[in-house]
Each structure stands twice: as structure tokens, then as C-alpha cells.
């Protein structure tokens, strides 16, 4: 029987993370999970060591600091078991943008954009010297939404989707399989962390549903997947407009629109 990857979880402790772990510990995958809390992700550890009897290892890890966040890239390079990247850590901050407090901003995009690009880069020569390979990025259909008011939050959700997109695009060839996952309100503590009572809203998913589907379209190698999305025809008329364009930039003079103020 061919050896399943190692899958390495960031945000693992608990919601979407910690469901992610306990699907992969039951397709048979080891894992290694990564979170500051140490003793949830313990529980979470011996409950599936002893249900699936995959071999777990808990990597405690605040993502927002440098050297925890290098040890983390160290392992991604080194541990040749490890063929799965769920970039999955990621938090929210509640307020407008003129109430957020810009060193909590800053936190935010390196959780939610820069840790991910350090990651991926991490790990995918590794993978494409392979040719073979998965990194799941978890973005949010925030990021297709500048009218949710939550803007550096969506902002770094698009750069996921963007992320997402390119690498798809330069890694697949290789062998290399991205997929982004846009999820949208989802029970977890993210709302906790957000100022918002998640109870007080309608259309909030349940986060098993939301990995079980997010896992049907990893199994089929969507690049982009949206569990809350029914109608995909309306992705693919979006994605489809932003390719139509592309070929009406190469232009060296502006449009005839620019060419007289006013
Ligand atoms: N729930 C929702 O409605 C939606 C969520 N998402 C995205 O899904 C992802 C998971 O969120 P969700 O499960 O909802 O959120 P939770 O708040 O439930 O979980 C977040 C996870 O990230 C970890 N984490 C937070 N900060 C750090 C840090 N500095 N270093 C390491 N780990 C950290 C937490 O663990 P610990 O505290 O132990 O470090 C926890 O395991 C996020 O990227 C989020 O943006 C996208 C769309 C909707
Ligand atoms: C706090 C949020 O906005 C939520 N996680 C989402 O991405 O929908």
C-alpha cells in the first residue's frame, strides 16, 4: 500500500483546523498540528491516536512571531514525510477600519497572508522537485466582498484567493495541487475573536459541513472551492470576466476616456 503525506495543519487546535485534522487522521494520514494552544491541541491528538492510530506530532507555534514561525518553515522543508500544507491559521478583528488599531492590523496580514506565503514557499520546492503534493489555503468569501466593511480582514482573504490562483498556475504543471477554500460564516470562535455573536446570525454553516465539502472539492482537485456557493455557474461567469479581460491591458496608450481632463 502507497504511504499516505504527512498533512501539516496550521490553526489545529480548534474549528476549521482541528476538523481538517480529524478528517485527514481518518483517511489514515499522520499529522502535525500547529497552534499556540497546546493542551487542546493534546486532547485532539490522543482522542484520534487512539480512534484512527495515526502518529500525531503537536508543534506549538505563535505564527505572528518570527522564530516560532521559522522552526515551523524548518520542519515544511526538512520533513520529507510531510506532502500536505493546510494553511488554515487566521483570525479576525472586529471594528471598522477607523476603529481597528493599526499594530493589530499589521498582526492580522501577517497571520492571514504573509505566514501563508512563508509556508508555501517553504514547502513547495520540496513538492515540485517531487512532483507531487497538496497546500490548501484558506481564504474567505470575505475577500470577494470590499462591501462587508471588514477590509483589511477580506483584503487579506483576496491575497489567499491571488495567492491561491498563482501558485495553481506555477506549481500545478509541477505536479503540485493548490486549492483555495472560500468559506463563509462558519461556527467557529473566529467570531468571538470578531466582536460578533455568532448565534445572533442567520446562514452560519457548520464546520464539519463545511470541511466535508471543502474536501470534495480537494479530492477533485478544484482549484477554487466555495461550499456555500450552490449555483458554481456564478464563480465560473466571475473568473470567466476576469480572464476576458486580460487581453484588453496590453495597451501603450490610455483609454480615449483618459485623454482630456474632466
Ligand atoms: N469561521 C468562519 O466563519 C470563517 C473562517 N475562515 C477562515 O478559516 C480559518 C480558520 O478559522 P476558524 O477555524 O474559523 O477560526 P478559529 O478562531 O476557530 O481557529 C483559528 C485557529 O488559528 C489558530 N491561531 C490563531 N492565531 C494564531 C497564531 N498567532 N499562531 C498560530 N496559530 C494561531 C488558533 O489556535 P491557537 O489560538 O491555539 O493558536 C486556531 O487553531 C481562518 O483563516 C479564517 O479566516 C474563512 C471564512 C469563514
Ligand atoms: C470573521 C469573518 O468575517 C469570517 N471569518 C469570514 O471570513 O466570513
Known sequence: MTQRPAVLITGASTGIGATYAERFARRGHDLVLVARNVARMET???????????????????????????????????????????NNAGT????????????????????NATVLVRLASAIAPRLAAAGDGAIVNISSVVGLIPEFGSTVYGATKAFVLFLSQGLAHELGPKGVYVQAVLPAATRTEIWDHAGVDVNTMGNVMEVADLVDAALVGFDRREPVTIPPLHDASQWDALDGARKAIIGSFGNA??????????
Open 253 to 262: 496608450q490610455p483609454a480615449e476616456r483618459y485623454r482630456s481632463p474632466v
Open 92 to 111: 479576525a478583528i472586529g471594528g471598522s477600519f477607523l476603529e481597528q488599531d493599526v499594530d493589530d492590523m499589521t498582526r492580522l496580514v501577517a497571520l
Open 44 to 86: 485532539l491528538a490522543s482522542r484520534l491516536r487512539q480512534e484512527t492510530g495515526v502518529a500525531i506530532d503537536i508543534f506549538q507555534a505563535d505564527l505572528t512571531q518570527t522564530s516560532d514561525l521559522a522552526r515551523v518553515e524548518s520542519r515544511l522543508r526538512d520533513d520529507a514525510r510531510i506532502g500536505i500544507l493546510v
